[in-house]
């Protein structure tokens, strides 16, 4: 299948209607709306194939957390038919396969260019255009400019000492060799333990001689329960999947394989909140975390869950050393992104795997045969890091965007990101962000909040473009009462009590601030249809 660059028109073509930067899910999908609309759109994307988070994260395991059936696009009946999934979740190739399909039977790669990384973004006020550099020397002008950036794409690697003295090779998960990387024989070291170093370490501890896992934080982890799809299941699916779709916008997290129950733990019977949690953990999954209306919202709720989920844990250690560093106990469950693993703890059980606590003593360098922590060498052959992302917000301020007045995104974004409903930025006129901060996003299944946020920024170009209206951007007034209305909700919820990426707790300087909306998929839809049934209520329109 080819994934190389085809993209040849673009290089030429100075001008277009929309630049979208980026080719994952949402840039490919955004691509395919606006040629709906007969506008020409190019794209550019860093990688040498379509794919976005996909492409970049091919680690060992890698694997999606939402299930196949549902993680995969609902705009097209035909699409959907001719695609058949493998197994319950996804494992990256497969779903970097699925993308491909989907590049080909769209004919997308035509419009992208590929190996391109956008370094700028700058609004010409005069003539109402946004002017779009590359690392390659492009130059494109565009009315409108779409941030398909990622919530999950700028890979982080600590700013360790001595990094560049390591004498072996290196890896983030986030930004993972395409040809792949054999442990065989090696003495490796993880750095971190969130959902990439669960999905990787089981398969790197297979191959490797010995593994060293720096942990810092334990996560709370439970079985994915992945198999095989049998045919009637995707048969069914198949047959229902628009439909399907079309719920999972009314959800709150944009998925209908589970339901949530909506029952507070305090009304139930100890004997219920042990069942629902029983049968929840043995379903696998996210489903967990619905076992009780306030999971997520009261301590009280939440410890029910997070203590069956320590005991389930415990079930599985077998090394008396490392059972209490593997049990989390510094936050609620749910508050850091749950962690869905295949025998993730059983693999401490084996003589050749260690855990090392760098909470207690942080790593204090790297040297050229190790990592040092606590005063001790820790010698390895090669060093993975699962260390996370700048998210949400890294991928976007990483690119020079200025607004008018020449105003800089990451200037205006130096407390926080601030937008109106994640979709745009006061100051900053035709800019979209799909998936942005202050929308649902990561808390729900990325691709029904794509498609969610592709939809309405196609409706509202197509109704601008037939209205002769030049541009849209958020008021100032509206954007501050929705910045004020994400922070309230998530103060309802026990998000902001960890120090997780979807606060921005895990990179050192970034300030501290709950970014994702998490009113929940339906709700915030429906908010999405009054702004726009309202001729765009808060945002100002340009003759
Ligand atoms: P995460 O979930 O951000 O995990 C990163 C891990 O790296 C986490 O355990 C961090 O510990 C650890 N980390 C980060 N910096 C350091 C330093 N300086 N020292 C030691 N340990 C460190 O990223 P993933 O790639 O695993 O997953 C991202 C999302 O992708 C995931 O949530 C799913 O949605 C898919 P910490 O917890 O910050 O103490």
Known sequence: ??????????????????????????GMYMLHRLRGLGLTACVFEAGDGVGGTWYWNRYPGARCDVESLEYQYGFSDEIQRDWTWTERYAAQPEI?????????????????????????ATYDERAGLWSVATNRGDRVAARFCIMATGCL????????????????????????????VDFSGKRVGVIGTGSSAVQSIPLIAEQAKHLTVFQRTANFTLPAGNRPLPKEEIEKSKATLMQDRRHARTTAGGIICFEYNETPAAEMTPEDRARELNDRWNMGGFAFLGAFGDVMATHEANDYAAEFARAKMREVIEKPEVVDLLLPNDHPIGVKRLCLDTHYLETFNAPHVDLVDVRKAPIERITKKGIVSGGKEYEVDCIVFATGFDAMTGALTSIDIAGRNGAKLSEKWAAGPRTYLGLGSAGFPNLFFITGPGSPSVLSNMIVSIEQHVDWIAECIGRLTEGNIRSIEPTKDAEDVWVEHVNEVASTTLYPQANSWYMGANIPGKPRIFMPYAGGVGV????????????????????
């Open 1 to 26: 299948m080819a994934q190389e660059t085809s993209a040849s028109a673009q290089a030429e073509t100075k001008e277009f209607d929309a630049v979208i930067v980026g080719a994952g899910f949402a």
């Open 96 to 120: 970097l396969r699925y993308q491909n399909y989907v590049a080909d039977r769209l004919d997308l790669r035509r419009d992208i260019r590929f190996s391109t990384r956008v370094a700028a």
């Open 153 to 180: 794409s700028a890979a982080r690697v600590p700013d360790f000492e001595g990094i560049d003295e390591f004498e072996g090779p290196w890896y983030h998960t986030g930004d993972w060799p395409k040809e792949g």
């Open 524 to 543: 915030y839809g429906e908010k999405l249809a009054e702004v726009a049934a309202k001729d765009y209520e808060g945002f100002a329109l340009g003759a």
